[in-house]
């Protein structure tokens, strides 16, 4: 009897249900495993092509008239993962003002599976590239022209690349800017 009357008190009353609920789920039949593969499922996909430096070529031109950022990085480069949300945060910041991100991921093709999920994990809703080369080496850097990852770069509307990094971009905010205000 005294427990139950002890039961009722509000603040102990509280704790004993709040310890004692179970997790609410929309489906009933749902585990917590379950349900987060169905909230990861229920992500807008991400667009994912395979190609070359012909294709990487056709998604810039197909942005002409526009401010064009490109990221080239890659799953197993460590800054480039390390940077990959602010280039979808500036993407983000900028997608409503004439400009578009186009990134490029070397990844071996194997790697596929990955490189989407890492892309729809971090919601890369922009061009994304993944290069069809078998071995990442001097052939893949010279076929792109890059040193080292990362790599950015940033193109005005006209398609010419104006400004280039092999670092984290520390004035691009700036340099977005500028490009954008050209005409």
């Known amino acids: 009897m005294i427990i ?4 009722c008190l509000p603040a102990i009353g509280c704790t004993i249900l709040v310890g004692c609920m179970q997790p609410v789920y929309e489906d009933a039949s749902a585990t917590p495993s379950k349900a987060k593969v169905t909230e990861l499922d229920n992500r807008p996909a991400v667009n994912l092509v395979i190609g070359d430096e012909k294709k990487f070529a056709e998604l810039l031109a197909g942005h002409q008239g526009k401010v064009v950022f490109v990221d080239f990085w890659a799953t197993w480069c460590g800054p480039c993962v390390e940077y990959f949300p ?3 945060a500036t993407h983000n910041h900028y ?7 186009i990134a ?3 990844d071996l093709l194997e790697n596929e599976p990955k490189v989407r999920e890492f892309l729809a994990e971090k919601g890369a809703h922009f061009d994304n590239l993944l290069s069809n080369y078998d071995d990442i080496g001097q052939e893949v850097a010279a ?3 890059w040193s080292e990852l990362p790599e950015f770069r940033l193109y005005d509307r006209a398609g010419k690349l104006r400004y280039e990094w092999t ?3 520390e004035d691009l905010d700036q340099r977005i800017e500028e490009l954008l205000a050209e005409k």
């Not at 139950?4 to 039961?7: A, D, N, Q, S, T």
């Not at 997608?95 to 991100?101: C, E, H, V």
């Open 4 to 7: 139950g009357r002890l039961i």
């Open 86 to 88: 602010h280039t979808v």
């Open 95 to 101: 997608k409503d003002k004439d400009f578009a991100t």
């Open 104 to 106: 490029v991921s070397f």
């Open 143 to 145: 076929a792109f022209d």
């Open 167 to 169: 670092a984290k971009p």
